[in-house]
């Protein structure tokens, strides 16, 4: 196996992105610790990472199950073409999820009395217009191939659509979905409550029914198959965001308890992973390691 100087950069540069995330977390207390600039810019970090991860991990899952059973389709786009979007999808929705959620969860600290009913027609009406943009997105997929796209291309444009997309989606669900606690009590974690969950799941259902027929309009796949999809697409969904909004007030609760020794603990153990990654440029000319 040959190493190229590009998997080498990307390499290094992760260990780079680790390292300055390390040493904010490190840094946390030097500007006013729980209220300073760098506690809120961490708190953007801890939740803009977790999320980039699953969605990075989730769409290079469905490349890799689309290169298995459908070839001609990622032949279309060109194979490093389309794992190049892939990769930009996942970065882009993570960066959004995280970014929106951070910046708009604190809205629930101003409370807003919602009648159960109010919160149903949001949850149908952000599930209209999440699974919208994800038509969109089957749009721009369907089309994509028409056109000559670059690795950078396509990385960058599938990240820049993904991105708007998911910040729009986190926020409106930060705003809308999520229950308000009036005057929390941070000694106490929140309940569970099952209106909670049943929102969320109105709005997975929702999701998943207009991207289904978005997708059976736009690829025009086996009705058979399309159903399946469709109908697997809608009960992920509806039980992944029944949950996640059940439990966004424990996630935000506990976020608001990590105090500023652990997020130093934490920075000391990412430096030390991003000073083992950036070695690897020297263990390669040590070992003398073919790259091209």
């Known amino acids: 196996m040959i190493i190229t100087h590009r998997e080498l950069a990307i390499f290094l540069l992760f260990g780079q992105f680790l390292d300055l995330l390390g040493g904010l977390y490190v840094a946390t207390d030097i500007l006013g610790g729980k209220q300073g600039v760098l506690r809120r810019l961490t708190e953007l970090f801890t939740y803009i990472v977790p999320t980039t991860i699953v969605t990075l991990f989730g769409y290079l899952s469905i490349f890799l199950a689309l290169y298995a059973t459908e070839p001609k389709l990622v032949a279309a786009f060109g194979r490093d073409t389309a794992l190049a979007g892939s990769v930009g999808l996942g970065v882009g929705a993570g960066i959004g999820y995280g970014l929106g959620f951070a910046l708009n969860i604190r809205y629930r600290n101003h409370y807003v009395a919602r009648s159960i009913r109010r919160r149903v027609i949001y949850a149908v009406l952000v599930g209209i217009e999440s699974g919208g943009f994800g038509c969109l997105l089957y749009g721009c997929i ?51 409550q099952s209106i909670d969950v049943i929102v969320g799941m109105i709005c997975g259902l929702v999701i998943g029914l207009v991207v289904g027929l978005g997708s059976f309009f736009i690829f025009e796949p086996d009705p058979v198959s399309a159903i399946f999809s469709g109908l697997t697409g809608s009960i992920l969904s509806s039980l992944g965001l029944g949950v996640f909004v059940a439990g966004a007030p424990i996630i935000a609760w506990r976020v608001n308890l990590i105090t ?10 990412l430096i030390l992973v991003a000073f083992a990654i950036q070695s690897a440029q020297y263990v390669v000319v040590l070992l003398n390691y073919p790259i091209n």
């Open 142 to 192: 369907r089309l994509a191939p028409s056109f000559s796209f670059t690795i950078a291309s396509a990385f960058l444009l599938a990240a820049a659509l993904n991105f708007i997309g998911g910040y729009l989606f986190s926020a409106f669900v930060a705003r809308l979905l999520i229950r308000r606690i009036k005057d929390p009590d941070p000694t106490r974690r929140p309940d569970i």
């Open 260 to 269: 500023s020794k652990r997020f130093a603990y934490a920075g000391i153990i």
